[in-house]
């Protein structure tokens, strides 16, 4: 698909008559057929495992190997890259706290919306209370043009203003790109684990102790002074006082679930132009299609763009869960019924240069965003709270 053509079909797209833009990506691990990989784990460690109904059949064991959160973050960091690269220019919210990397619209984890973002400043007043943040906070799907100028991937991605405090009235927008990796017919593979101590040293029950001056002592160093030698704690809990509690010692061979083989892993991704055709942007407190289509357009191409540069980037997922596509995606385009569909591979450059042509096409209707960074400055407590956090040693919960 050339540029002309991508522009004009996300038009009419945008406009009317297509339901969806769709991509399934069949993936195979990179150490090819029968390679364990690593799924995420969550609560207990556990992976996510369901049964579902494909190709007719209701017993599909299937594991989830990316979530649509998780590809959501992997698809905005895409374009955090292609921003940095300075092929894109879109509006985004960035701040610095010393010792932290800098956090974007396109990294917190609620976007526009995340708390960091709550408790900045732009110029010297509370962020929310700004001038631009007030346009944020009033965004609507019926009036979108806010969000559109201060953060365009929120209409993408979706967001939810959760710091509002006015529970069903707050401000949300539905996902309008939506994309997840899951392994079909998976099958539990196990772990191992075990460690030969080169040193030899032996479990020796009662050896070592905490210090206030170092991470352990022996046990005439930790009664110096006439103090009450307090035996040593692993994080884990599971070894006190013994050499294996400091990661000395051998570990016992153990075996226990890890890792899963599958017979396909697929990514499906779906853009939805119905979702995006619910977004509405007044310019200066007037409506109009031309300019409606135009902003629509404009974030269905976003949408394409960060679909094109995760397929370019690969799927380097986690340790150990590196997938590689069986062939070159095709996009799907979806009418208005599941047998009206129409298939074209889209290349990067080609939805680099259709996203930068549909942006100007909006800007010469009126409807434009901030080009340079929009830069926020932490409040007071915000930096302390991050400090305390810096120097405290406990454990995360």
Not at 95 to 113: E, F, N, W, Y
Not at 250 to 273: C, H, K, M, W, Y
Request: net charge neutral; with cysteine; charged share 25%.
């Amino acid at each position: 698909m050339i540029t002309n053509e991508l522009c004009e079909t996300l038009l009419s797209s945008c406009a009317g008559g297509m339901s969806a833009l769709r991509a399934i990506v069949k993936l195979v691990p990179a150490g090819g057929d029968g390679d364990k990989v690593s799924p995420p784990t969550h609560e207990g460690g556990k992976y996510a495992f369901e049964k579902r109904v494909v190709d007719g059949r209701s017993d599909v064991e299937t594991v989830l190997l990316d979530s649509v959160q998780s590809q959501a973050n992997r698809l905005e960091d895409a374009l955090l890259t292609a921003v940095r690269a300075g092929d894109i220019r879109i509006p985004l919210l960035q701040m610095d706290i010393a010792g932290h990397q800098t956090i974007t619209s396109l990294s917190a984890p609620h976007r526009v919306h995340d708390a960091i973002f709550r408790d900045c400043q732009y110029k010297g007043t509370r962020f929310r209370d700004s001038e631009i943040g007030k346009e944020m906070v009033e965004a609507r799907a019926w009036n979108a043009t806010g969000m559109f100028r201060l953060c365009p991937t929120a209409l993408l991605f979706g967001t939810w203003d959760s710091q509002s405090g006015a529970g069903v009235n707050s401000a949300k927008f539905a996902r309008a790109l939506v994309s997840e990796i899951i392994g079909f017919d998976a099958v539990q593979g196990k772990r191992t684990s075990s460690r030969i101590d080169p040193l030899g040293v032996k479990a020796m029950p009662g050896t070592i102790y905490e210090s206030k001056t170092e991470q352990w002592v022996l046990a005439e160093e930790a009664s110096a002074g006439g103090r009450k030698p307090q035996l040593y704690k692993s994080k884990s809990a599971t070894s006190t006082g013994k050499p294996a509690a400091i990661n000395h010692g051998n570990i016992p061979p153990t075996i226990s679930d890890g890792g899963v083989t599958f017979r396909e892993a697929r990514q499906t991704a779906v853009l939805s132009f119905a979702q995006i055709r619910k977004l509405r942007f007044p310019v200066k407190g007037k409506e109009s299609p031309e300019v409606n289509e135009a902003g629509r357009a404009v974030v269905a191409a976003l949408g394409v763009l960060a679909l094109a540069l995760q397929l370019k980037e690969g799927y380097q997922l986690r340790s150990r869960c590196q997938l590689i596509p069986v062939s070159e995606p095709e996009f799907e385009w979806i009418g208005s019924i599941a047998s009206d569909t129409t298939k074209s591979q889209i290349e990067v450059g080609t939805a680099l240069e259709a996203f930068n042509a549909l942006y100007q096409r909006a800007k010469s209707t009126g409807l434009e965003w901030r080009e340079e960074p929009i830069t926020l400055t932490p409040e007071e407590k915000l930096v302390k709270l991050v400090q305390m956090s810096d120097q405290s040693t406990d454990v995360e919960e």
